[in-house]
C-alpha cells in the first residue's frame, strides 16, 4: 500500500513538472512572438513613415520644379549682364541657391522613383577618372572660396567603365558637398580614383572612388545611421543645410550600379567615403566618353599617394601617376 502511494506521488510529481515545463515552454513561445510582433509593427510603423516622408517632399518638390526652372533663367542673365559688379554678385548669389535648391529637389524625384522602382540607369563605356576630374574642377571656386585644398589623383592612364556619368556625378556631387561643408579653413578635400583587381565577387574586376577630407570627423554612433533617410547627425553644421537626402542616395544609386559605398571616421581625423563599381553592367548607349589628362596635371615619375588609410590603399594600388590640385 505504501509503495503505490510513494509510486503514486512521484507520477504525480512527474506529471506536474512535464506541466510546469510545457506551459513555461509556452509562455516563452509567447512571448517570443509578441515580441516579434511589436518588432514588425514598429518596423512597419517606421517604413510607412518614412514612405509619408518621401511622398510629402516628393509632392512638394513638384510644385516647386516648374518655378524654380523659370527663375534659373533670369538669375543667369543677373550673374553675367548688368555692368555694376553689386548687382552681378547678388545675381551670382541668387543663381547658387537656385540651383543648390533644384539639386536637393531633383534628389528627392530620384528617391521617389528609387522606391516605385521607376529610377533606371543609362550606362555607358567611359573614363571614369575623367568623369571625376570635371567634377572636382567645378568645385574649384567653391573650395577656393572656403581656403580648402583639392587634390584629384587618378592614374595616367583611362579607368574605363561602364557607368551612368549623371548619377557618378550625383554620387560624387554630394560627397565632394559634404566634405567641403565640414573641413575648416586651411583644410583638405581628395578624391582618389583607382582601378580594382578581380575578385570572388566581381571577375571583371572594379573601380574604386575615394573622397576624403580633413574635418571633424565623424563619432562611432553617428556612423550606423549615417545613410539612413532624413537621418541628420547631431554636429550638422553651423550652415544647417544637411538634409539626410544625400548620403541616402549615394547608397541607392551605388547599389543600383551593383556597387557599394563605405566610410571610415574617427573624430579629429576627418572622413573617408568610398565607393566600388562593379565592371558588370552592360552599357545602352554607344560611343565612349573619354578624355586626356589636363594640360596643367603634373606628371610625376613615381607613384604620389597621401597618408591617411583607404587613399592611401587606393593610390598605391592603382599607380596614380599625377596629382592636380585645383
Not at 522602382?117 to 572636382?136: E, I, K, M, N
Not at 557599394?260 to 574617427?266: D, I, L, N, P, R
Request: net charge neutral.
Amino acid at each position: 500500500m505504501v509503495a503505490h502511494l510513494v509510486g503514486y506521488v512521484l507520477y504525480s510529481c512527474g506529471f506536474g513538472l512535464i506541466i510546469y515545463g510545457v506551459r513555461a515552454y509556452t509562455k516563452v513561445r509567447e512571448r517570443d512572438r509578441a515580441n516579434r510582433q511589436l518588432e514588425q509593427q514598429a518596423l512597419l510603423h517606421l517604413q510607412e513613415m518614412d514612405r509619408v516622408k518621401t511622398n510629402f517632399f516628393t509632392n512638394i518638390s513638384h510644385e516647386l520644379r516648374t518655378p524654380l526652372t523659370l527663375i534659373l533663367g533670369p538669375a543667369e542673365v543677373l550673374a553675367t549682364e548688368p555692368a555694376d559688379p553689386a548687382v552681378r554678385q547678388q545675381g551670382s548669389l541668387v543663381l547658387r541657391s537656385a540651383h543648390k535648391l533644384l539639386t536637393l529637389i531633383n534628389q528627392l524625384l530620384d528617391l521617389s522613383k528609387l522606391e516605385a522602382g521607376a529610377l533606371r540607369l543609362l550606362p555607358a563605356s567611359g573614363d571614369a577618372a575623367a568623369t571625376a576630374r570635371q567634377l572636382v574642377v567645378s568645385f574649384s571656386s567653391l573650395a577656393e572660396s572656403r581656403q580648402i585644398m583639392l587634390y584629384c589623383e587618378t592614374p595616367w592612364d583611362l579607368v574605363l567603365l561602364v557607368f551612368d556619368a549623371g548619377k557618378l556625378k550625383e554620387i560624387l556631387t554630394n560627397l565632394l558637398a559634404n566634405a567641403l561643408r565640414f573641413t575648416p579653413a586651411g583644410g583638405m578635400v581628395t578624391v582618389t580614383v583607382a582601378e580594382l583587381p578581380p575578385v570572388a565577387a566581381t571577375s571583371a574586376g572594379g573601380v574604386a572612388v575615394a573622397v576624403r577630407d580633413t574635418g571633424s570627423g565623424i563619432d562611432a554612433e553617428e556612423l550606423l545611421h549615417l545613410f539612413d533617410r532624413f537621418y541628420q547627425a547631431n554636429d550638422a553644421g553651423a550652415d544647417g543645410q544637411r538634409t539626410g537626402i544625400g548620403l541616402a542616395l549615394v547608397r541607392e544609386l551605388a547599389a543600383l550600379h551593383g556597387g557599394t559605398v563605405a566610410v571610415a571616421s574617427e573624430p579629429g581625423l576627418g572622413a573617408t567615403f568610398t565607393v566600388q563599381l562593379p565592371r558588370g553592367l552592360r552599357a545602352v548607349a554607344s560611343g565612349v566618353a573619354v578624355s586626356a589628362a589636363p594640360s596643367f596635371i603634373k606628371r610625376t615619375h613615381a607613384p604620389e599617394s597621401i597618408s591617411g588609410g583607404v587613399v592611401s590603399e587606393l593610390s598605391a594600388r592603382s599607380g596614380c601617376r599625377y596629382r592636380a590640385c585645383y
